[in-house]
């Protein structure tokens, strides 16, 4: 069945984009199903009602029946509180808790909120509450896991359309920041370093006389966590797939960031100018991995593009903007501003300089702003362009002056009154953070293991695989798996290929567990991160090695067998006392040896009245370290002397056998 262009539609009808999709939706269509294109007896049908309405049909028409269709769609943590859901779709706790006593469900404003309240409130507010999938210790997409991350949901009385934020994601070299330069009509791509992009860029175009914001985030496998702040400030991702080279690991990893952070994805097929270009190849990888193109039947809009040329790029500003008026994205002007840190650096001239993207609100020379490790007043603000602004509204990127430290990528700030409360808030986060650094649990070496048990935790051992290839990841993991016992556990938090990463030293750190690492080797920042973080990584080139290493460390977790070994026997015939001393008690040693501080127990008529350890063994008057039997001696024992004539004295000593796995 052929197809139009939804884009190309609106201009044939001299309609807007929004103008066509709320025909659209009046006419029933699922728009989400239809971004980028729809069928022509659709567009037919689209034609027809123009035409019988005369003008008095369409866009303003059944009002009320889109606002019905059009809810807020919002992401609910598992154990999230009522409080905290009322917050989130913008109403009071009361009203939420009142709405569900109404309901029949007595559930009071801090109790965690199940399936059943989620759909009253659901219902109740025209809002899709969805209960999110719990946190996985990494998003690695082929295995299922996820993490979701909440985008933020705003909320005012003066709520305004904004600029998308679209994040540039993909594999290195595949062509993002070209694809940049080209809509920018710059050249960034010749200032990097060695062609790639060092640090995230956010800058503003416009289109048809519409703001769109990009974010340009570094592709190098090196700078992931950097990627997956970018996907955290985002509307829409453009995943860019060189159709050449095709789907490649990180391009994995930008699509698990963009689905955790619950974005659209558009995909870019760039270079399909190339002569071995595949852009179908490309589409079939993309199905493979969740993405399945409109024109196979999926809802991923999926457009050819090539950077160089600019083949394809009207229509991917197009799609840009027309995934923005479906997403209906919004922002109040007016409440107190807040945003996020995109990039932050120490400058020689300007001093702390940081690149922040403003996400509600208006940001203003001279506001005072309190990030997680800095805050400061604005001295300065500088736009996209590099001109001097005094303020910036929401989805605005800027880079500000006058912080007194340089903030870390990926903390949102707000606007505080004065410094002295930005100052106070700080000191307390500071003393807040040396607290749970102090009271935190140490990071653990194979042998301190052990020791730990002794201390009564669990014995578990956390374990983070790293493998040169996925055929020895599995091989691995399945072996140290196979020795975990009803004693002692194994628990891989993780496991992957390729070099060992600064984000697997924090994922180790935050998880307690050593690093085991299989042909592959840490890079530079991984292993400052692992030195600073106390963070144990085992290098193995011998995979039997490294079981034999796993299996001494779980058999030094079992507990050891305790047993007890009698040493020697002492008969005491005769109570010396001794001024200040006390009393010293006389013995001959009947059998084995006696040790000085060794455990001794004292026997009369076969009852044991007193256990505990010899403080003192002599030898005439001189000091001994054991007596042989056959011999007399001195002997004190460690608080207590009521002992008597004819007792016997056992020494004995507590001998632990340590076990070993089957």
Not at 64 to 82: A, F, L, N, P, Q
Not at 195 to 208: D, K, L, N
Not at 591 to 609: F, P, S, T, Y
């Amino acid at each position: 069945m052929s197809k139009i262009r939804v884009y190309e539609l609106a201009k044939l009808l001299g309609k807007s984009n929004k103008e066509l999709l709320d025909i659209l939706i009046d006419l029933g269509v699922d728009v989400k199903s239809h971004m980028s294109s729809i069928d022509n007896d659709i567009a037919q049908l689209v034609e027809e009602s123009l035409r019988g309405a005369s003008g008095t049909e369409g866009p303003g028409k059944k009002e009320e029946e889109r606002s019905v269709i059009k809810t807020d769609s919002y992401e609910v943590s598992k154990g999230s509180t009522v409080k905290a859901v009322a917050q989130l779709i913008g109403i009071s706790p009361a009203e939420a808790v009142k709405c569900l006593i109404s309901a029949g469900l007595m559930v009071p404003a801090d109790s965690p909120v199940d399936e059943k309240s989620l759909k009253v409130l659901q219902d109740a507010y025209n809002v899709v509450l969805t209960m999110a999938c719990e946190d996985d210790a990494e998003n690695e997409g082929a295995d299922g896991t996820c993490t979701v991350i909440k985008r933020p949901r705003f909320h005012g009385d003066h709520m305004e359309p904004r600029p998308p934020i679209v994040t540039v994601m993909g594999h290195v070299d595949h062509g993002k920041t070209t694809l940049l330069d080209f809509i920018r009509k710059t050249n960034i791509t010749a200032r990097e370093a060695g062609g790639i992009t060092q640090h995230i860029g956010a800058s503003t175009v416009m289109h048809e006389g519409k703001e769109i914001v990009f974010l340009d985030t570094p592709g190098h496998e090196a700078f992931t966590s950097m990627r997956a702040r970018g996907a955290q400030a985002t509307d829409i991702a453009i995943l860019v797939v060189a159709a050449d080279d095709g789907v490649m690991p990180q391009t994995r990893e930008a699509i698990n960031h963009a689905k955790a952070a619950g974005v659209p994805i558009i995909v870019a097929i760039n270079k399909v100018d190339k002569p071995a270009a595949k852009p179908d190849r490309v589409r079939q990888q993309l199905s493979d991995v969740g993405l399945a193109p409109e024109e196979w039947g999926g809802n991923t809009i999926m457009v050819e593009v090539s950077a160089k040329s600019g083949q394809g790029m009207p229509q991917l500003l197009e799609m840009i903007l027309l995934v923005a008026e479906i997403e209906e994205l919004k922002a109040d002007p007016t409440v107190k501003p807040r945003g996020v840190v995109v990039e932050a650096k120490l400058d020689k001239g300007k001093g702390p300089v940081a690149t922040v993207l403003v996400q509600e609100g208006t940001l203003c020379k001279g506001d005072i702003l309190l990030f997680d490790s800095a805050c400061g007043k604005i001295r300065a603000m500088i736009d996209s362009e590099g001109k001097m602004i005094d303020c910036a509204g929401p989805s605005t990127p800027v880079e500000i002056l006058g912080l007194a430290t340089v903030p870390q990528p990926g903390e949102v700030f707000t606007s505080v009154e004065n410094e002295r409360i930005a100052r106070d808030a700080l000191s307390s986060r500071e003393q807040d953070l040396r607290n749970a650094q102090q009271g935190g649990p140490r990071k653990l070496s194979l042998e301190d293991l052990y020791s730990q048990l002794k201390e009564g935790d669990i014995p578990q051992l956390n374990l983070l695989l790293k493998c040169d290839v996925q055929g020895s990841s599995e091989a691995l993991a399945a072996s140290l798996e196979k020795m975990a016992t009803n004693e002692v556990g194994i628990n891989i938090v993780h496991r992957g290929v390729g070099r060992i990463a600064e984000s697997d030293v924090m994922l180790a750190s935050a998880s307690n567990a050593v690093i085991i690492g299989f042909n592959v080797r840490p890079d530079a920042n991984a292993k400052k991160v692992a030195e600073s973080e106390g963070v144990q990584v085992r290098l193995y080139t011998i995979i039997y090695d490294a079981i034999d290493d796993v299996k001494a460390a779980l058999e030094g977790m079992l507990k050891p067998t305790i047993k007890e070994n009698t040493i020697g026997q002492a008969e005491i015939r005769q109570v010396i006392k001794v001024p200040k001393a006390g009393k010293i008690a006389g013995s001959y040693v009947l059998e084995g040896v006696i040790r000085r501080n060794a455990k001794a127990r004292l026997i009369r008529g076969g009852i044991v009245l007193w256990d505990g350890s010899l403080s003192n063994l002599r030898r005439f008057k001189d000091d001994a370290k054991e007596v042989a039997a056959g011999y007399e001696c001195g002997i004190s024992l460690s608080n207590y002397q009521d002992f008597e004539e004819g007792d016997i004295l056992e020494a004995y000593e507590i001998v632990e056998e340590k076990r070993h796995l089957s």
